[in-house]
């Protein structure tokens, strides 16, 4: 799919049907955020994906939408250490991973997290990690086909703020 058309076709999809995603997907999809930038290339980055249903379980109970994480095909948590601007790398990651999924018709949906603490402590997370979202993937319940509109058009759908809002020339 073209790059813009993946881009501006994409949004969080909440609710995934039951198949499992093609191994070949979550490679590109795990590769992809490997490969993202990072503030002096530090890759300051653990992609933990988690597979086991009894984590699994207990991670939904620690994030802020149960539900993402429970009907997902596959749940990604992004663990940051060491100092720098980590949100906005993990940002990258997270948006390299949810794009290439999308350019496979893959939806996700980041899902904040709402105990940390229980976070950290059902991943085993080491000393200096951060965890700092979930990411969940997993074909739409509703097919959303996003051939079917051009850019322009799916830009024109986007519950988004005013192009002059938002774009300042100065
Ligand atoms: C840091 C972050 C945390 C988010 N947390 C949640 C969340 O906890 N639950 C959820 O359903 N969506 C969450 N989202 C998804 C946003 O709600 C979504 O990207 C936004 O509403 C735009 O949706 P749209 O692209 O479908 O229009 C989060 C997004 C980000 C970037």
Redesign the pocket.
Known sequence: MDTYLTVTS?????EYAGRPLPADAVQRILEAGRVAGSSRNRQPWRFIVVESPSLRERLAEA???PA?VRGAALVVVIAMHGKGPTAFDA?RA?QNMMLTAWNDHIGS????LRDRDAVVDLLDLKEDEQPM?ALSFGYPARTRDPLRLEAVEWIER???KPFDEVVERV
Do not use: F, L
């Open positions: 994409a949004r969080a999809v909440r994030v802020s939408a993402n940002g997270a949906c980041p899902t904040g979202i986007a519950d988004r």
